[in-house]
């Protein structure tokens, strides 16, 4: 994918990335942005960000760092995508507590997943091409006294002691162990080690990340002090109240389609709130400024800036496909398609996001399935509803709320019976058994 042109924003190029990353709002800080601006112009500059597989897969906050990097990369600049096999077995000190430190062979195929979902956003030929790091390289050879000697010496303790997640630990019940509070010197040598091996001159990270970047730096500085480095921060992704985005009710949406269907994932992005829609569009898609500008000001009950944010990003993580298939989906549960249609596993994907019950093999009256469902109160409720003809089963009205029912012939990939009352309250029943 490559980033479109308009009369506001050109294709990013080598010198110009850094007014590209502005004004997608991707910009917080940076160490000093006329000498990095010069470096991009004199490019290309080599770059890294890093990934620690704390857990089995990325979530969606993480998609602000992979997409930079690939901004930056269709820049003419060159990425390396550190996985830290390394940093994953000690992690990042949190404020509220320790963390549980999870076995080498677990950390290992956590590397390895995430290394999985960050390599397809990346292109690994061409004069700046891609590279995969892990820190587990240079650290698992490194001696206790060799660490300390020449690595710990370069650390003041009180500046260690200042940063904000360090300090709250600290000042909490707690406390903060030795092996947390030296994340920050092991992170600081993957910049080191990556300037030495690769030429690296940057180091990207999130806002809150800007203790550890910059003590990176300042390594770099007392160990290689010839060498002109950088650090950029990008922003911290919210929502219109200032929480921290990337969330649904269930928790957190993973890029991992096991953890988070790509059903799901398009439906959370289709629910994005109008007063930050420009903002995500901006942060997420490679849509250029006349196309967002122009869903941004569509009528909101259309909803076209969600749809096409949420299009855009199943398609960027789940593929052409799978968007398409959600796409269908999600018309079609609201009488937009054909439900039997659809493929199994996205339909199981689609209903499993709705109130559901599991029923026994049979005929049932469609009414008590309504109050079984909870879309009826009670069963003269759910009469009513139907002899009204506010009800559907499978986005076939449905009259007869005495004697109508349901029975196996009238599954879906003989699973599944869809129910509607109204325009918008959907439930599934699925029949089980024999």
């Not at 009414?367 to 469902?373: E, Y």
């Not at 599944?416 to 599934?428: D, M, P």
Request: one cysteine or more; proline letters at 4%.
């Amino acid at each position: 994918m490559t980033v479109s042109t308009d009369e506001t924003v050109t294709s990013a190029t080598a010198a110009n990335v850094l007014d590209e990353l502005k004004w997608r709002n991707l910009l917080a800080n940076s160490t000093d942005e006329a000498e990095l601006r010069k470096a991009f112009g004199a490019g290309p500059v080599t770059y890294y960000i890093g990934f620690d597989p704390t857990g089995p897969s990325l979530h969606i906050g993480h998609l602000v760092q992979v997409l930079t990097m690939r901004r930056l990369q269709e820049a003419g600049h060159r990425p390396l995508a550190l996985v830290g096999g390394a940093t994953g077995l000690i992690g990042d000190p949190r404020p509220s507590s320790e963390r549980v430190l999870n076995s080498p062979e677990t950390v290992a195929n956590w590397v390895e997943r995430l290394r999985g979902q960050i390599e397809p956003f990346l292109d690994f030929t061409g004069p700046n091409a891609a590279t995969m790091v892990n820190n587990l390289d240079w650290t698992s050879g490194l001696g206790a006294i060799e660490f300390l000697r020449d690595v710990g010496k370069h650390f003041r303790v009180g500046k260690m002691l200042a940063k904000d997640a360090v300090s709250a630990r600290l000042n909490s019940e707690a406390g903060i162990s030795y092996t947390e509070f030296s994340y920050q010197i092991l992170q600081s040598m993957d910049f080191l080690e990556l300037n030495k091996r690769h030429g690296c001159t940057l180091q990207l990270g999130g806002s809150d990340q800007w203790g550890n970047l910059t003590a990176g730096l300042d390594l770099i500085h007392r160990v290689r002090p010839e060498q002109n480095v950088h650090c950029l921060a990008t922003p911290l992704i919210t929502k219109a109240d200032g929480s921290k985005f990337g969330k649904s009710e269930g928790g957190a949406v993973w890029l991992d389609p096991e953890m988070t269907s790509p059903y799901a994932f398009f439906q959370f992005w289709l629910n994005a709130e109008d007063a930050k829609i420009a903002d995500y569009l901006r942060v997420f898609t490679f849509r250029s400024a006349a196309e967002i500008d122009e869903l941004a000001a569509a009528p909101a009950h259309t909803r076209s800036a969600q749809r096409a944010l949420a299009h855009d990003m199943t398609a960027l993580v789940h593929g052409d496909l799978a968007a398409t298939r959600v796409e269908d989906a999600s018309k079609a549960l609201f009488g937009g398609g054909d439900v039997a249609g659809l493929d199994p596993r996205t339909l199981s994907d689609a209903l499993g996001e709705l109130p559901k019950v599991t029923l026994a093999r049979g005929e049932h009256l469609v009414a008590d399935l309504l109050v079984a469902t909870g879309l009826a109160k009670s069963k003269s409720d759910a009469r009513r509803t139907l002899n009204d003809g506010g009800a559907s089963v499978n986005n076939v009205k449905v009259t007869d709320g005495d004697a109508a029912t349901v029975s196996t012939a009238d599954l879906v990939h003989d699973r599944w019976i869809l129910l509607r009352k109204g325009r918008r309250s959907l439930a599934a029943v699925e029949l089980a058994g024999e």
